[in-house]
């Protein structure tokens, strides 16, 4: 792979480079990045944190922003616990992990069978550090896939393969302020964390349940100048009168696929904005942006022999770069195959220049041997002007097995009658028929006020 490689010995040795005029803000609290130079969130239990496999388990992100920070570098191991995910799971993840301290805002200790040896209790206070810094050894990042059944599988990484597309990209230039609504203890949403750390910007987090509005208001009360988030996020947003107060400079899209209808949206929204989409995942990393304002992506990348190379197989997208996980930990299972590609599940299809992803392969919908993407249809549904979102999902069938159900939220959010939704619900389905294949077309439309959308970002699809 071409290019030097970029060695970073840990976060807080390069935010003491730069550190003046930058901060982390959160819904509560903000913290001047100077002050973690000479400071801890964790007192006199860091030294005690130093070379043992860590879980970073609380609630709120900002004290997270903090101990991570604080632990790189320090802890062997550092694994992130998302705070929405199932309880149930974390025994099995402490013992892959081989945890041996817990980093949290809540006591654990009760729902792990062997118990926990060492708790550090998480705080949002910095205090001054008599240890000063303790960066001695590389930490191992591990973070939790996403996946909606089952224990998740415990993906590893180091600073290098999390940071190989941001060292070498000349963004954020000095004086960004970076914003995501993405948690950051998710890939995605790690990437921003690193970007704007390692980067001359300063971050402004998401908070987890609070209102779309009033996260658009904190962003626009500190001028956020690069915003990221999944299409649904952006959707949900765009739907917000709130929308109107922010004036970013580069908008960015990943986690779902980017379609014109948002994506064009989005260049009308904010005309003075860069608007980007990324392909990246958990195991795979950053695979690519596309800087073109065109869904999909060219299909010279195919052929590029740079750091991320690309191929198609059976219409799956496999992806090997630096940015690729260094493996699975507590899994037999091969994370790459023997070339270093990893399958990344989504299928695409070459449409004359261009390749466009059409979704999961494991979501796809079969309706009487008839496969359906659900995100295809979704492209569809989401091209209507009285479409504000929507989620497609499959119902059982005893005729077809399956068949194709859409939820949908209007863009108004006026109150309509009952005569006034089935005349919208009627022109969004003749809609639908004159663009998609009859066994693509819902079987039923439901118009709803709200979709659910998981802690990833993602749609939240609930086959029934």
Known sequence: MKGPKVQISCIRSRI????????????????ALRELIGGTSLGGSLSQLAGRSVLLAVTDQFSAALAM???????SRLILWPPESPIEHLPTVLSKGAVDAVVTDHDLAPLSADGIPFQVRASVAITPSANGHLDTQAT??????????GVPKLVGHDLMSLTS????????????????????RRYGGLQIF????????SLVLSCAGEPVADHLLRLAAHSVTHLTGTPSHWRRALMSPAARTIAPRYVRLSGEIADKTILNSLRAFYPNAAVAHAYAST???????????????????IASDGDVQ??????????????????????????????????TGDMVELRGDRYHFLGRRSGMINVGGLKVHPEEVEAALNRHRAVGMCCVRSRRSPITGSVVVADVVLKTDENHSNEQ????KHHILNYCRGMLSRHMVPAALNIVSSLSVSSTGKISRHNE
Do not use: C, M
Not at 69 to 75: C, H, K, R
Not at 194 to 201: C, S
Not at 312 to 340: C, Q
Not at 421 to 424: A, F, I, N, P, Y
């Open 16 to 31: 003491a480079q730069d550190a003046n005029g930058r901060f982390i803000s959160g819904a509560e609290h903000t913290v």
């Open 140 to 149: 191992e990042w591990v973070l939790l896939t996403s996946g909606t059944t």
């Open 194 to 201: 690193l970007r704007a750390l390692l980067g001359r910007a």
């Open 165 to 184: 597309a941001i060292v070498n990209s000349g963004e954020p230039e000095a004086g960004a302020v970076w914003g995501t609504f993405y948690d950051i």
């Open 310 to 343: 690309i191929k198609v197989e059976a219409g799956s997208l496999l992806i090997r770069s630096r940015g690729t996980a260094v493996h699975y930990i507590g899994e037999k299972l091969a994370l790459k195959d023997a070339e270093g590609f990893v399958d």
């Open 69 to 75: 920070i604080e632990l790189d570098g320090v802890a």
């Open 283 to 301: 195991e795979a990393g950053v695979g690519f942006a596309v800087n073109d304002g065109l869904e999909g992506f060219p299909r010279e990348f």
């Open 421 to 424: 939704t089935v005349e919208v």
